[in-house]
């Protein structure tokens, strides 16, 4: 899904409608599997009830059931700056092509709040799919970080 800048900043405003930061959930990976879909789903919380999606729809939406993506807290940014780096990605990323392999939820939702765009899902398949033998995105990471350098340097590690 391509956005255009119009809706980016429909989107921005979104995320900032539904951004409680006493949530538990606020800026944080979260996944969550669609039965029976066999496949997890990534996003960034934004409170109790909403989740930015980081798959096709980069949209808010309505999700109560969640789970906290384990073993990312050392790496993870701080909730604040992870929403920060969400609204920027969607600058960057808005016109990528999504695809399950090589471009999906998974790899977006972990570059913006580990700073490594992993998909776990894709590793076994990576010399399919341009991706590095841990499931990273070739050029996701220096694409954002050039970007991140040039408007939001203090959103960069």
């Known amino acids: 899904m391509s956005l255009s800048v119009e809706q980016i900043e429909k989107r921005i405003k979104e995320i900032e409608c539904f951004v409680d930061p006493s949530s538990e959930r606020y800026g944080r990976l979260l996944n969550w599997q669609n039965p029976p879909d066999p496949f997890w789903h990534y996003g960034i919380g934004l409170s109790d009830t909403h989740i930015f999606d980081t798959g096709r729809g980069l949209c808010p939406f309505e999700r109560k059931e969640a ?91």
Request: positive net charge; contains cysteine.
């Open 67 to 157: 789970k906290f993506v384990a073993g990312i807290d050392h790496i993870a940014f701080d909730p604040e700056r992870t929403i920060e780096r969400l609204k920027q990605a969607l600058h960057v990323f808005a016109d990528w092509e999504y695809t399950f392999p090589a471009w999906n939820c998974e790899h977006l939702g972990r570059l913006i709040a580990t700073d490594k765009p992993r998909c776990y899902q894709s590793r076994a398949i990576w010399f399919l799919c341009n991706l590095t033998p841990k499931g990273d995105h070739k050029t996701a990471h220096q694409i954002f970080r050039a970007y991140l350098e040039k408007v939001a340097p203090t959103l960069k590690r």
